[in-house]
Nanobody, 120 residues
Framework: QVQLVESGGGLEQPGGSLRLSCVFSGLTFADYRMSWYRQAPGLERELVAT????????DYADSVMGRFAIWADDVKSTVYLRMNNLKPQDTAVYYC?????????????WGQGTQVTVSP
């Protein structure tokens, strides 16, 4: 049974930094693409950053390029999202996401989300 548990959200001032963690279990990291999504009130959920478990290739949304970094520690079964130079528009619930990559329509799993609020 795949489980994703996020932590690390909170209240931060503009220009500050936060690090989110997603502890995963029940999956083999190399067989998955792990991502962070976010959803602000009234808006659709959007992809923030992705890391491929086999190649460790990363991709980012234009809005966070150069400010956010995603990486993984397979030994600790954790995917991280470092968020620097935070802006009020980064305020959202951040979700960890895992998709199985060994099949065309691989199974998808979501965490419960962690709130990030950027405000003076």
């Amino acid at each position: 049974q795949v489980q994703l548990v996020e932590s690390g959200g909170g209240l931060e001032q503009p220009g500050g930094s936060l690090r989110l963690s997603c502890v995963f279990s029940g999956l083999t990291f190399a067989d998955y693409r792990m991502s962070w999504y976010r959803q602000a009130p009234g808006l659709e959920r959007e992809l923030v950053a992705t890391i491929d478990g086999y190649t460790y290739r990363t991709d980012y949304a234009d809005s966070v390029m150069g400010r956010f970094a995603i990486w993984a520690d397979d030994v600790k079964s954790t995917v991280y999202l470092r968020m620097n130079n935070l802006k009020p528009q980064d305020t959202a619930v951040y979700y960890c996401h895992a998709q199985y990559t060994r099949a065309i329509r691989g199974a998808v799993y979501w965490g419960q989300g962690t709130q990030v609020t950027v405000s003076p």
